[in-house]
């Protein structure tokens, strides 16, 4: 087998086992679980369990015990929301003309807040989520 077929083999077998690997989630798609609509499709009180709370938004920021003894999971994430667009245009008469461009660029911020109690058996025992824009 000459060099340069066994060259071609090489990066050929290459490629094709590298294209097998699985990347790991991002951080920001894990963090994106983390919705008002997500929270309530997924949060059932007396149903959810504290395993089910993990496997969907991931580890919280902030577990405390109330009161009573019982686990409070606290979840937040922000998010920076930028939107830019651009419009331009040009008209012409015979002897007149003008060219026009207007452009924009707005940007806001996102907070969510998702609180969660789990009784004795690591059930949901309540939940509340709050969303913010600023």
Known sequence: MN??????LTVCGGLLVSGCVQPP???TKQNSAL???NVQLTMAVGETTKAEVLETFGAPNI????????????????AQVSQSSAQSG????ILVGQSS????FE?????????IKFDENDVVNDFRSRTSNF
């Open 3 to 8: 060099k340069i077929t066994f060259a071609t």
């Open 25 to 27: 989630e991002s951080l």
């Open 35 to 37: 919705t008002q609509g």
């Open 63 to 78: 577990t405390t015990r109330d009161g009573a003894g019982r686990e409070v999971w606290t979840y937040q994430r922000a």
């Open 90 to 93: 040009y008209w012409t008469l």
């Open 101 to 104: 461009q207007v452009s924009g």
């Open 107 to 115: 940007s806001s911020s996102r907070m969510m807040t998702l609180i």
